[in-house]
């Protein structure tokens, strides 16, 4: 929601509100200016002095100004012609122009009303509210994003744009807030929507009459210094009802011209200091150095704009374009979908499709956008939900669970469950599982029974549909044709093959990484950032279904790494162990944010067995800043795969790795790594106490022996790995 | 350009009783190219005795502005309400207001005087920019203004 409203309002007014940072950023190096050129006033000077001074020089002179630079520039007439000029105050004579920048005035129009007049000043207005509304929702979504407020400089990760949006917000929103509501604040004043703060005093009644008292009679110009001058206005020749007009940093007044008594006087009142204070945020005139800090600070509102334009088009082209999706609120079939990789959204257009075409009104919405309140005209809710690892909600599901077991017993439309996964893994469909169970506890009616897709059928996906348009009366052919993502392709480097005498050929092959185009580079998208633990989806020859390999290296190394066995008979790592250096093959990248070692300086306890050791090789090799990592391997044999042995001891020498534990299955003494993680028990239990993070890689045997083996060692702690899991310091990556 | 029709009955002391009679006068005051923004100009008469008598008409809509009409605000305290229903637009730099109204016959060669003072944002106040005798005879002659103002004249 907070990203809805802070997206549209920042797309549409991105153009003024560049035009107005560019030009503000502009403008900002005037004061810096004036202030360097503005010429020195000796200390303790006082205006009786510098008047005179001015008067001997210009003897027309009216008026004395000095700007918050402390510029000082004189006005008068001279045989009937005006002049001005900045002065120089040691000697009262001018030493250059008066007259205004025509660059700045130019700039300065632009900057408040795009030379519109009035009507532009109110566009500028609602470019400023704009920035401020845009401001605050960014700044809760970086809050929400780093995780609190004390976190606002938190380390981010992301694709570049992401990174770029939020590294120049978060520094400049404080200057970005200051300058826009500072700027509201003075069209508001302009428009007089402000209370007037006019506190010059009334022109005096009585004055002497008598004229030409010399300055220094003047006990106020006398005890001013010039420093703290505005303004000193002189009295129109050869009126002698008139006087002196003073303005200083203090207040305002009128000398009487004949004595040199100050006749009348007012302090600035309260709200014309305020008024002041914020002009000078505002403009930096007075605050030159504020002022070009706020200047550089809203240089970053073009790059930050131009970035979330492109986080936005990154989002767009993730997920399938929903052809006329209803509003919820008309809708009678509403549509929920969790999707991690973005394949099950083509399933959800694809029913989208043929339900709208069935004559429904269909609503699809990601499943975070659960609403229950707002289904008023459904008829029926259908889910469709992927499963993220080990049976966890993916994260287009955030928060769901939590609404519905918030529901209370409201009655919603009744419930269609689908779960897309993969069989060959142990938590197939369990995202889906839950939300069936959920529902059911919560009392809501099935309109099917949970159903699942395997891998991606089409068929089961068709037969599911034929039993949806029976329930609904209705005729319904879900035909989908998957979606193959845009693969890139990877030539070959080098390989380096085990495993032969174990009858488990094994290569770890290294592929040269793809060029990067600058939008990919951009949005991170592709092979343009990637981590050891993300994954590889390769699209072997004969088969439109990718296989999924972990990746043992990093964007950083400069190279696409990966660990493939040989299996019987299988069609994609037969290929891939077929493979010699400079062939290639199709690949994409599917980003794996579960299974990273993270920030922090915690130690890192990775077990692995087989090619699982691919991932964690990659966490070692990247683990420059020598994080306490503690590996556990397991291996058929050591001479025949014991798979990175030849950098494993360099790493150890680097301090990248703190320790290496092998177990060898086969041989004098077989061991399995549960057995290895046992025989280490008190300092794995010690490490795990002291924070440590557990990282599993391997066969979903292998797996579940050192669950079992890490809930006998941290049974005397009173930890489990279930608790470590919920607090996410116990992850696999299993296959 | 700025063409209007004001009845200064309605609004000022221009009027007593015993001036009914009325002509419609245009004055023109063309501003010199000084290279700022739009000038507040106001036009207003003083009596013989330079006691200010009313305000013919107001450039420049934003009242908070007014105090750098120095003379003016001087001799009004800074009124609005003197303004009223005779206040239009700033007028640009090199641009021309032209404004009708019917004045009393009584104000001329009676010794009033018409003042223009103006003030643009960021440049220098000029109270008392054009003064100038309002006489049957010195209709049509143009007069030149110390600062801003490149040409004023009344026209009967």
């Known amino acids: ?735 | 350009m700025k063409s209007v029709l004001a009845t200064l009955a309605l609004t000022t002391a221009l009027t007593m009783p015993g001036l009914a009679m009325a002509r419609p006068v245009t004055l023109t005051t063309t501003l010199n190219s000084y290279g700022g923004d739009g000038a507040y100009l106001a036009l207003y008469v003083t009596d013989a005795s330079g006691a200010y008598a009313g305000s013919l008409w107001m450039a420049g809509g934003k009242s908070k502005y007014y105090k750098h009409l120095t003379d003016w605000h001087r001799a009004t305290a800074g009124d609005a309400a003197q303004v009223n229903g005779i206040t239009g637009a700033s007028v640009g730099a090199g641009r021309t207001l032209e404004i009708t109204l019917d004045l009393a016959d009584a104000l001329f060669d009676a010794g009033y005087t018409l003042h223009i003072d103006a003030a643009v944002e960021d440049m220098r106040d000029s109270p008392n920019e054009v003064a100038v005798p309002l006489t049957t005879q010195g209709a049509g002659t143009p007069v030149r203004g110390r600062r801003y103002v490149a040409r004023f004249t009344y026209d009967m």
């Open chain 1, 1 to 735: 929601m907070i990203r809805a409203i802070h997206r549209w309002p920042g797309l549409l007014a991105l153009a003024l509100v560049t035009v107005l940072s560019l030009s503000g950023a502009a403008l900002s190096v005037f004061p810096a200016a004036d202030r360097l050129t503005a010429q020195q006033v000796e200390a303790g000077l006082n205006m009786a002095t510098l008047a005179t001074r001015i008067q001997i020089a210009y003897p027309g002179v009216e008026q004395i100004r000095r700007a918050a630079s402390g510029q000082i520039t004189a006005y008068w007439f001279d045989q009937g012609a005006p002049g001005a000029a900045v002065i120089d105050p040691a000697t009262g004579l001018g030493v250059a122009s008066a007259d205004p920048n025509p660059v700045e005035h130019w700039l300065t129009n632009l900057h408040r009303s795009l030379f519109l007049g009035d009507g532009g000043r109110i566009a500028m207005a609602a470019g400023a509210a704009a920035m401020v509304f845009v401001s605050l929702t960014g700044a809760a979504l970086v809050a929400r994003r780093t995780g609190g407020w004390r976190r606002w400089f938190a380390p981010l990760r992301g694709p570049l744009s992401h990174r770029l949006h939020v590294e120049i917000a978060r520094i400049a929103v404080a200057g970005l807030l200051l300058s826009s509501i500072t700027g509201l604040w003075m069209t508001a004043s302009t428009f007089g929507l402000l209370p007037e703060a006019d506190s010059t005093p009334a022109f005096p009644a009585d004055v002497s009459g008598q004229t030409n008292v010399d300055l220094f009679d003047m006990p106020t110009l006398v005890s001013t210094s010039v420093t703290d001058l505005r303004d000193l206005s002189f009295p129109y020749p050869g009126d002698a009802s008139d006087v002196f007009t003073l303005t200083t940093d203090r207040g305002t007044g009128h000398i009487d011209q004949g004595t040199g008594a100050l006749l009348t006087w007012a302090d600035l009142n309260g709200l014309e200091r305020v008024s002041e204070t914020i002009y000078m945020l505002h403009t930096g005139q007075g605050a030159a150095a504020l002022g070009l800090a706020l200047g550089l600070m809203v240089l970053g509102v073009p790059v930050i704009g131009g970035t979330g334009v492109l986080i936005w088009l990154a989002g767009r082209r993730g997920r399938p374009r929903i052809r006329g999706n209803q509003r919820a609120a008309q809708a009678d079939t509403i549509l929920l979908v969790a999707s991690e990789g973005g394949s099950t959204w083509g399933f959800a257009a694809t029913l989208h499709a043929a339900l709208t075409q069935a004559g429904q009104k269909v609503h699809t919405a990601p499943m975070s956008a659960f609403a229950p309140g707002s289904y008023a005209h459904a008829a029926r809710i259908i889910v469709l939900a992927a499963t993220y690892g080990n049976g966890d909600a993916p994260a287009s599901a955030k928060g769901f669970l939590d609404r519905l077991k918030a529901l209370d017993g409201e009655t919603l439309a009744p419930l269609a469950v689908l779960g897309f996964g993969d069989r060959s893994f142990p938590a197939y469909c369990a995202f889906a599982e839950t939300i069936a169970a959920t529902a059911e506890a919560q009392g809501w009616r099935a309109l099917l029974p949970l159903d699942t897709i395997d891998r991606q059928s089409p068929q089961d996906f068709a037969r599911w549909g034929r039993t949806l348009g029976q329930a609904l009366g209705i005729d319904l052919d879900l035909v989908y044709h998957p979606i193959r993502p845009t693969a890139e392709t990877l030539t070959l480097v080098s390989r380096r093959d085990y495993g032969a005498e174990v009858q488990a050929p094994t290569a770890i092959l290294r592929f040269a990484l793809p060029r990067a185009s600058l939008w990919h580079r951009l949005t991170g998208a592709g092979f343009a950032r990637f981590n050891a633990g993300d994954l590889i989806g390769i699209l072997p020859e004969g088969s439109p279904l990718p296989r999924l390999y972990s990746l043992a290296s990093a964007r950083r190394d400069g190279f696409v790494e990966i660990v493939v066995k040989k299996h019987p008979g299988g069609l994609c790592s037969g290929q891939l162990n077929a493979l010699k250096p400079g062939d290639t093959m199709s690949a994409f990248l599917r980003r794996n944010p579960g299974f990273q070692p993270g920030r922090g300086h915690a130690p890192l306890i990775l077990i692995g067995a087989g090619t699982g050791i691919g991932p964690l090789a990659g966490f070692v090799r990247a683990n420059a800043r020598q994080r306490p990592i503690h590996l556990f391997f397991g291996m058929r044999h050591p001479d025949s795969d014991f798979f990175y042995s030849d950098e494993l001891p360099t790493w150890q020498r680097e301090g990248r790795l703190a320790q290496l534990v092998t177990a060898v299955s086969r041989g004098a003494r077989p061991n399995y790594v549960q057995e290895a993680l046992r025989g280490d028990a008190a300092e794995v239990a010690r490490l795990i106490l002291d924070g440590a993070r557990v990282m599993v890689c391997g066969g979903r045997d292998m797996a579940a022996g050192v669950a079992d083996a890490l809930t006998e060692i941290l049974a005397p702690t009173g930890l489990t790995p279930a608790v470590l899991k919920a607090e996410g310091r116990y992850v696999e990556d299993v296959y």
